[in-house]
């Protein structure tokens, strides 16, 4: 067998097992995205920021209830013709986060802004009871 031979044998072969075994396992554990909460006292709002790196501002759903911010979306695999993954840790898939609030908030005056891989949003304190409220995302390119 030829060296050209044995290269392509041995990177199909590194290239299979990595797929069967290292990509099934990431994928498996699922992206679950990093939040912070906190309350800015010089506006009074409670913010709250996720972290949504590689993610495009369309695959990504926001809802806020009372007392819950529910942020949804996929992280994608970003397979391609001819890529031979060395190492896979990054972590892909659906996924869910919910972030409960010890306060209620008011989801009709509530904002989100997506910039860097950061979605940041901002919610206001309230005394009545909302309901349920999709809120629409935006970037600094929208407001240009």
Known sequence: MGLDKMHEEVLRAFNDAWLRGGRQQHRGRGFTPGADAFFQEQTREIVVRFELPGME??????????????????????????????????????????????????????????????LEVRLTLVDHDPPLRKIPITTTEDEE
């Open 57 to 118: 501002r369309d695959d990504i759903e926001l809802f806020v209830e009372r007392r819950e911010i529910v942020v949804r979306g996929e992280r994608r695999f970003p397979g391609g013709e001819g890529r031979v993954y060395q190492q896979v840790e990054m972590d892909y898939g659906p996924f869910e986060r919910r972030v409960r609030l010890m306060v209620d908030v008011d989801p009709e005056t509530t904002s989100a802004t997506y910039e860097a891989g950061i």
